[in-house]
């Protein structure tokens, strides 16, 4: 049996359980509430880089989300580390707002926004099912608050870059998100909100979106589809999901099992080819941890040195050029995601502290 069919059959037997537990906890009032500090604005760190996160972008419905493989703890572990490793201190993460409501609805058709308090809609879109006794409170407070809050770090973070030349968002890359819908585990599309409101605030550059996540960014695709001063690079692996593709400007398929050493130099190739336009005033890289070799929806090879020399391969496309770097978190389902994600965004920290080569 291959390994999204195991999954499926893993989610189906834990289903069960899972729902009559969390029914019973929001019942009686039991579970605990997400965390959700106060905004702060973050410290500078080293290079001027900055990164955003707060526990408030964990999605926590009474259990129902380990139903789907992405672990909401991922974000938190990831941010624990980098803490360990002495890169950021606990009081130097950017804790953002919420991205407002307005904005959104620039990006989404209000309609699909107005259905996410359905629950039958909504389990489509995060493809766990949203027992029908939850109320839009609990949504809104559980599911949907935590998106916007980690879209806003992305916000932030594009911000953040522009000024400073590095931002990175320990959550979003939500590129499933199309203007008229969700799916794949993405509510709000944040790259949209983000290039809209540096739009808003006079920024004219070019913007290249390179996504590096196994699945193609069909949302992302969707968004810019009529916006020539955005070119996406979506690197993903073949005949998995999404299915039908959305067209991009470039979308590379890579084939099952492909390992470190061909996909660095196919990487290479491809950004070479990228960054031949002269005018490109931001890089976005949507950075998916599911190229690893043991996630389990998608079958790609890739080590977690191969993962670090790809995080670095794109930021020092960007920082040679002198472009701003703007990192996103994106998928990332199997035992290894948040060690890979640490790993690389420590290599970055680390880069971009160290004297200019």
């Given at each position: 049996?291959?390994?999204?069919?195991?999954?499926?059959?893993?989610?189906?037997?834990?289903?069960?359980?899972?729902?009559?537990?969390?029914?019973?906890?929001?019942?009686?009032?039991?579970?605990?509430?997400?965390?959700?500090?106060?905004?702060?604005?973050?410290?500078?760190?080293?290079?001027?880089?900055?990164v955003?996160w707060?526990?408030?972008?964990?999605?926590?419905?009474?259990?129902?989300?380990?139903?789907?493989?992405?672990?909401?703890?991922?974000?938190?572990?990831?941010?624990?580390?980098?803490?360990?490793?002495?890169?950021?201190?606990?009081?130097?993460?950017?804790?953002?707002?919420?991205?407002?409501?307005?904005?959104?609805?620039?990006?989404?058709?209000?309609?699909?926004?107005?259905?996410?308090?359905?629950?039958?809609?909504?389990?489509?879109?995060?493809?766990?099912?949203?027992?029908?006794?939850?109320?839009?409170k609990s949504?809104?407070?559980?599911?949907?608050?935590?998106?916007?809050?980690?879209?806003?770090?992305?916000?932030?973070?594009?911000?953040?870059?522009?000024?400073?030349g590095?931002?990175?968002?320990?959550?979003?890359?939500?590129?499933?998100?199309?203007?008229?819908?969700?799916?794949?585990?993405?509510?709000?599309?944040?790259?949209?909100?983000?290039?809209?409101?540096?739009?808003?605030?006079?920024?004219?550059?070019?913007?290249?979106?390179?996504?590096?996540?196994?699945?193609?960014?069909?949302?992302?695709?969707?968004?810019?589809?009529?916006?020539?001063?955005?070119?996406?690079?979506?690197?993903?692996?073949?005949?998995?999901?999404?299915?039908?593709?959305v067209?991009?400007?470039?979308?590379?398929?890579?084939?099952?099992?492909?390992?470190?050493?061909?996909?660095?130099a196919?990487?290479?190739?491809?950004?070479?080819?990228?960054?031949?336009?002269?005018?490109?005033?931001?890089?976005?890289?949507?950075?998916?941890?599911?190229?690893?070799?043991?996630?389990?929806?998608?079958?790609?090879?890739?080590?977690?040195?191969?993962?670090?020399?790809?995080?670095?391969?794109?930021?020092?496309?960007?920082?040679?050029?002198s472009?701003?770097?703007?990192?996103?978190?994106?998928?990332?389902?199997?035992?290894?995601?948040?060690?890979?994600?640490?790993?690389?965004?420590?290599?970055?920290?680390?880069?971009?502290?160290?004297?200019?080569?």
């Amino acid at each position: 049996m291959d390994q999204p069919r195991r999954w499926t059959l893993r989610r189906k037997l834990l289903g069960v359980g899972i729902t009559v537990v969390a029914l019973g906890m929001a019942g009686l009032g039991m579970a605990r509430k997400p965390l959700n500090p106060a905004p702060s604005p973050g410290q500078l760190l080293p290079g001027g880089a900055m990164v955003a996160w707060s526990p408030g972008y964990r999605v926590s419905f009474f259990g129902v989300e380990r139903l789907h493989p992405f672990d909401s703890y991922k974000y938190d572990k990831i941010a624990a580390e980098l803490q360990k490793k002495g890169l950021v201190p606990g009081d130097a993460f950017l804790i953002p707002d919420e991205a407002p409501a307005a904005l959104l609805a620039r990006v989404h058709d209000p309609a699909y926004l107005a259905s996410l308090t359905d629950n039958e809609r909504l389990s489509q879109v995060i493809e766990v099912p949203v027992p029908g006794i939850f109320g839009a409170k609990s949504i809104e407070a559980r599911i949907l608050a935590p998106f916007r809050r980690a879209t806003g770090g992305t916000i932030a973070m594009a911000r953040h870059a522009l000024e400073h030349g590095v931002g990175i968002n320990l959550g979003g890359g939500y590129h499933h998100a199309r203007p008229d819908g969700g799916h794949g585990f993405c509510v709000y599309n944040d790259v949209a909100a983000a290039v809209l409101t540096l739009r808003d605030q006079g920024f004219e550059g070019r913007v290249l979106i390179i996504d590096t996540d196994a699945h193609q960014g069909d949302g992302n695709h969707a968004a810019f589809a009529d916006d020539p001063s955005v070119y996406t690079l979506s690197f993903q692996q073949e005949k998995i999901f999404p299915q039908p593709r959305v067209p991009g400007d470039r979308d590379v398929e890579l084939r099952s099992g492909t390992d470190d050493s061909a996909y660095l130099a196919r990487l290479e190739r491809e950004l070479d080819a990228a960054f031949e336009a002269d005018d490109i005033g931001l890089v976005i890289h949507v950075a998916g941890s599911d190229p690893l070799w043991n996630d389990p929806l998608a079958s790609l090879g890739l080590t977690i040195d191969g993962l670090v020399k790809r995080d670095l391969m794109v930021m020092h496309a960007a920082r040679d050029r002198s472009i701003p770097y703007l990192h996103l978190l994106a998928g990332g389902y199997g035992p290894s995601s948040a060690e890979g994600s640490a790993a690389s965004i420590a290599a970055i920290l680390r880069e971009v502290a160290a004297p200019p080569r």
